[in-house]
């Protein structure tokens, strides 16, 4: 089975698109909070501009560089929605596919050899839960997507390549999580 990853897109499942436009309305939130909160300052500061264009009151300038930041943001969630190609699960139990949790050995350069167990997820990877989340734009997502239990596959970072080993696939469909193979 061919991944068929075209240069250029980024790859979600509905689930991984809707999570942009999320984020997108909670920094569109954060803009109206922080325009408040921008507008209050300058009143505050009795609207005095110095010579160089800069606002005299430093409540102001912060306010101001978070509200540059967090255009950057919105504009950065644009530009990968207008990117972003839809991916549905292709329900072929034998291949790997969105939402499967992976146990693989991860071999390094250094001859060093992880085990190392994840979750490939259609939208942005997530570090921060219980299960470590890996994207499937991912180099190491990539390179997993759609390939089988018992395959080795290769993804390169910083110009070394890590290879991988596909142990086990648990089947999240059966409530005790047993591993196929």
């Known amino acids: 089975m061919n991944n068929n990853f075209e240069k250029g897109y980024l790859y979600y499942d509905r689930e991984g698109y809707e999570d942009i ?3 997108i309305d909670e920094l569109k939130a954060k803009l109206r909070q922080n325009d408040f909160h921008r507008h ?3 009143e505050a500061g009795n609207g ?3 010579k160089d264009s800069s606002f005299d009151s ?3 300038e912060l306010l101001v560089q978070k509200e540059e930041m967090i255009m950057g943001l919105i504009d950065d969630k644009y530009k990968m929605l207008s990117r972003a190609q839809i991916i549905e699960k292709h329900n072929q139990e034998d291949y790997i596919d969105i939402g499967d949790i992976l ?3 991860m071999a390094y350069p ?5 085990e190392y167990t994840f979750k490939l997820v259609g939208g942005d990877g997530n570090f921060d839960k219980e299960m ?3 994207s499937i734009n991912s180099p190491l997502g990539k390179s997993v997507y759609k390939k089988q239990v018992g395959d080795m596959c290769i993804y390169s970072v910083e110009n070394k390549n890590i290879s991988v080993y596909i142990k086990n696939k648990l089947n999240t469909k059966e ?4 591993f196929v193979k």
């Open 48 to 50: 005095v501009v110095r």
């Open 21 to 23: 436009l999320r984020t």
């Open 58 to 60: 430093s409540e102001f």
């Open 40 to 42: 209050e300052a300058y």
């Open 175 to 178: 409530k005790n999580k047993v």
């Open 110 to 114: 250094n001859n060093e050899i992880e």
């Open 103 to 105: 146990e693989v050995d």
């Open 132 to 134: 470590n989340e890996i």
